[in-house]
């Protein structure tokens, strides 16, 4: 492998595989195309419809199967985007080849599955990454900075939100996404991210309680979420998410923190925070600060669907080529997060609901 | 050069709850405007105040707002219309609760009635289609454009999501069909709104593609510009405008700038138009009085 990626940073571009040709990984394409020291040589997709259309249009191999892929197109780094329990298989066997994987959260459809994966990962010299894509939004890492830096003291209190118009009215079973096993619904869909974003800024709670499911439109999976997170240091904190609000245009993650010195409140686009005395180090004032996205943004090379989709996919390709060294969402951060999830669904089957 | 795009234009952004700085500032604006009266008292008081160019993007309200413009021509027909298809979320949506071929089965044929043909063709074999994007494109966009019908359009955008998604691709053929389609049928300028702008251009002049309208984020801060704002100017000042007409957008950065400093900067820019929104006369006068391209 050290071969492969000494290689690489000479002339050899990277040769990247997509995994599953659906919403993410037509996007996912697009964006790592852009990238110099890429190229696209295969892609896995078994719907005849679309990988027809890949065949006509785009200069790469497909394949019904990732396993003939695999065989045939030797990629050094594949990009799976395929429904998440599939994500399983998949990347176990990119493991025995020694490929570099970049995974569309939810990592897995299961938590066993995700340690796993994770166990198989941790000793080998290839990069790894979950798709949690706020971990790559500006506001959210500016967020994180205030946080480490004690900006806000003591933390006491968070809430993170998450709200979209996905499923809107009932609508007929339709694939993974209405089932639970196979990684379908609003917590492993949507609150995922939400809950993700919780892991990254506070880390995996101790206890996970009073957790519960709303099922609005979907008659299998739930559409909506709320559980309560606590900690040793006796800081709590929800999350509540809903993927049925209409109130939303676009999916809109939310957070809030109290801390003994002032409090944040923050969504992709801006942030809010109110402190108890200047902070000089970061140019705040007594009271209410805002900062808009177009204050700290960090610019990317090529644009499709907002700057942290760009920066997490070139961030996997800096990771390969040796240029970062440390992955900023790797398979350990997602089995973190996966583990909440799995507390959240055992909570809410234990003490959920109404006997 | 024929066919010069308007100077200015105004675009729609604030009638619909997108702003792209604060989510809180674009509820404000979905509230205001949630009474489609106060859209047209706002479009009246900008063609009042001199606008002949109207950008609006093929969403959910603009079938009212178009048939607002036609019930009186007298006053209206002078205008040129700029419209930008499709509308992105309506697709995100339905993909992800439906996938990607029945999402655009149900846009073709749910609630549009797209030409008969068209609904043998798509229903008659979907292997049929798969062979061929050029014909689905031209399908969607006859979709869309319904809602512009009879309206003097001069330039038909297409959304920055599906541009550089595209534009990733790097594939030659669809922006070529794209562009002859829209001149061909509608008798319009292809226009493709970006945010790589400088990447777009390089590839358009090495696919020999022509005579096209781009409309890009322009501004001083570089916000949604990719690479950055040096790679733009450079990009601009080179460009013939006729080769490619600029319009610019987000020149106030979403708000991020003063009026007054933003547009000292766009007057120096090789640019042909600058689309800009507002929701009030002062603001509408006042970037009338500092737009001097």
């Keep these: 492998m050290l071969l492969i990626i000494k290689g690489m940073e000479t002339k050899n571009k ?13 996007t996912h394409y697009s964006i790592i195309n852009s990238h110099p020291d890429v190229l696209i040589d295969s892609v896995a ?23 003939e892929l695999f065989e045939k197109a030797k990629p050094d780094a594949i990009l799976v985007c395929t429904p998440p ?21 939810p990592f897995s459809a299961n938590c066993k599955e995700a340690k796993e994966l994770t166990a198989l990962y941790s000793n080998l010299p290839l990069v790894n990454q979950v798709g949690y894509v706020n971990r790559f939004n500006d506001v959210f890492n500016k967020v994180k900075e ?107 993650n939310k957070i809030e923190v109290f801390g003994l010195a002032g409090r944040i409140i923050a969504d992709q686009l801006s942030l809010k925070i109110f402190l108890n005395a200047d902070n000089k180090k970061y140019n705040l004032r007594q009271g209410w600060n805002t900062i808009y996205i177009t204050d700290i943004f960090n610019p990317v090379p090529f644009y499709v669907r907002g700057n942290e989709f760009t920066s997490q996919l ?40 109404l006997k | 050069m024929k066919d010069r795009i308007d100077k200015i234009v105004f675009g729609d952004n604030q009638f619909f709850g997108i702003n792209h700085m604060s989510q809180e500032k674009a509820q404000q604006l979905a509230e205001k405007f949630f009474d489609i009266t106060n859209i047209f008292k706002i479009y009246n008081i900008a063609i009042e105040a001199g606008i002949k160019g109207i950008m609006l993007n093929s969403n959910d309200r603009a079938k009212d707002i178009c048939n607002f413009f ?70 969607l966009i006859d979709v869309e454009m319904k809602i512009f019908r009879n309206l003097n359009v001069k330039v038909v955008f297409l959304q920055n999501i599906i541009t550089d998604l595209l534009l990733g691709y790097d594939i030659k053929i669809v922006f070529e069909e794209y562009c002859n389609y829209i001149e061909r049928k509608y008798k319009a300028l292809p226009g493709l709104i970006t945010q790589n702008m400088p990447w777009l251009i390089g590839k358009l002049k090495e696919w020999k593609i022509n ?83």
């Design chain 1, 146 to 252: 205030f946080i480490d830096n004690n900006v806000i003291g003591k933390l006491v209190r968070f809430k993170s939100e998450m709200f979209s118009c996905t499923v809107t009215g009932r609508t007929e079973n339709s694939g993974w996404r209405s089932s639970r096993t196979n990684g379908g619904g609003a917590v492993f869909e949507m609150a995922s991210h939400a809950i993700d974003l919780v892991n990254f800024l506070f880390g995996k709670p101790e206890k996970v309680t009073g957790s519960s499911l709303n099922f609005i439109f979907s008659r299998d999976v739930e559409d909506a979420v709320s559980s309560t997170f606590l900690y040793n240091n006796g800081m709590t904190g929800t999350i509540y998410v809903n993927w049925s609000d209409t109130s939303y245009r676009k999916p809109t």
């Design chain 2, 70 to 139: 036609r019930s009186d021509p007298g006053r209206y027909d002078h205008l040129n219309w700029y419209p930008s298809i499709p509308y992105p979320y309506k697709y995100a949506n339905l993909v992800a609760e439906k996938g990607i071929m029945p999402a655009i089965n149900e846009v073709m044929f749910k609630d549009n009635n797209a030409s008969g043909i068209a609904n043998m063709f798509f229903k008659g074999s979907q292997a049929v289609l798969s062979k061929d994007a050029i014909k689905m494109m031209q399908m």
């Design chain 1, 314 to 353: 070139y961030h996997f390709v800096d990771c390969i080529l040796g240029r970062e060294n440390s992955n900023r969402c790797s398979f350990s951060d997602g089995l973190i997060t996966h583990e909440i999830i799995s507390e959240i669904f055992n909570d809410y089957e234990k003490n959920g609901k």
């Design chain 1, 45 to 67: 997709e078994p719907s005849g419809i679309v990988s027809g259309m890949i065949n006509k249009y785009l200069p790469v191999k497909t394949f019904d199967d990732y396993n």
């Design chain 1, 14 to 26: 990277i040769k990247v595989a997509i995994i599953g040709a659906g919403r993410m990984g037509i």
């Design chain 2, 211 to 293: 005579n096209v309208v781009i409309c890009t984020s322009f501004n001083k801060i570089g916000y949604l510009m990719s690479p950055n704002v040096e790679s733009y100017i450079k990009a601009s000042s080179f460009n013939k405008p006729e080769d490619y007409q600029i319009m610019a957008m987000s020149t106030l950065a979403s708000g991020a700038i003063p009026p007054h400093e933003a547009y000292s900067f766009i007057n120096n820019q090789n640019i042909q138009s600058v689309v800009f929104g507002a929701s009030s006369a002062g603001h509408i006068n006042e970037t009338l009085k500092l737009i001097k391209i």
């Design chain 1, 85 to 105: 329990n599939l994500h399983y298989t998949i990347i176990k066997k990119a493991c025995e080849k020694g490929i570099h994987v970049f995974v569309e959260k």
